[in-house]
């Protein structure tokens, strides 16, 4: 039997995730790939007119207005791209049978816990940017309609910018660094993301019954944690085995307290999540944290 392609309407194809589900996608369906210039998820009109005109099998979303600071300010904007765009993708998915990827952040936590954050974790989100965030998966999730909210963070790759990109330069520029080590997390590359939701489609167009797929809310995060200091250490350590040549050395990179650098929007002091459910489900076995930073290193060094 010969399975139709699907036609896949990628949204942020210029964004970290987004550059890479273009390569990832690639091979599975008719992939339309649109950027903020193409269109403005802002300007609701406007994405209604791409999903006529594409209408989309799958719809994957990793658009999101990310200046975490700036939308303390801009409390609109980030309304209308984090929550109001993936409300309207709902709606249309609801009407047109369409599956619905969608990301979204460790933000909707406030960081309080003390272990690993689940799905099933209340969420209470302290920033706009985390508020709107989770605006938009709770409009996805009552829509009814199918979907596969995907709950990251500390996303970096060779694409647009990122904490192991700014590291790179500083380390390049000062003799010392100063980097905050009681947040935790799992930095995870945009690779990763990207490849796993290219999993998730394949086993979904290929599933004999689409509609009792496990469709819900997961975490994704590469396996392991570290907090921003022992981020910025591998960094180092990885950098200089790979010969980027830096007179920055790990020992230099001194820890700080959140405290010591203030920021308009908080941050959760605890952002790992727990992957259980979406590897158990999906049968995935997510790699290391390292191994993502040795190869976006590899890369860029290239």
């Known amino acids: 039997m010969i399975v139709r392609l699907p036609i896949i309407l990628l949204t942020g194809k210029d ?161 010392a660094l100063r980097v905050i080590a009681d947040q935790v997390g799992s930095p995870t590359s945009a690779a990763l993301l990207a490849d796993v939701a290219a999993q998730l489609v394949g086993q979904y167009w290929r599933a004999t019954d689409r509609t009792a797929f496990a469709f819900g809310t997961y975490h994704v995060v590469a396996a392991g944690e570290t907090s921003w200091h022992g981020y910025a250490q591998e960094i180092s350590r990885q950098a200089s085995e790979l010969g980027w040549g830096f007179k920055l050395t790990v020992d230099a990179i001194a820890a700080i307290s959140a405290r010591d650098y203030p920021q308009s929007a908080p941050r959760p002091a605890n952002s790992r999540l727990d992957t259980r459910k979406l590897q158990n489900t999906f049968n995935l076995t997510l790699p290391d944290w390292r191994q993502g930073v040795g190869l976006v290193l590899t890369l860029l060094k290239e």
């Open 15 to 175: 964004g970290q995730v987004g550059f890479e589900l273009q390569r990832s996608l690639a091979s599975l369906g008719y992939v339309v790939a649109v950027g903020r210039r193409d269109c403005d998820l802002s300007d609701s009109v406007l994405l209604a007119a791409l999903l006529e005109r594409v209408q989309p099998d799958i719809i994957v979303n990793p658009a999101a207005y990310t200046a975490v600071d700036m939308a303390e300010t801009e409390r609109a904007r980030a309304q209308a791209v984090n929550s109001a765009a993936p409300q309207a993708m709902a709606r249309w998915a609801v009407a047109s049978g369409a599956l619905l990827i969608h990301y979204s952040t460790d933000y909707v936590f406030d960081g309080s816990k003390d272990g690993w954050y689940g799905e099933e974790d209340a969420p209470n989100p302290r920033s706009v940017y985390g508020q709107t965030k989770l605006a938009g998966e709770e409009a996805i999730r009552e829509s009814g309609c199918h979907h596969l909210i995907l709950r990251t963070s500390w996303v970096f790759g060779t694409h647009g910018g990122n904490f192991l990109k700014t590291m790179l330069k500083l380390m390049s520029e000062r003799d």
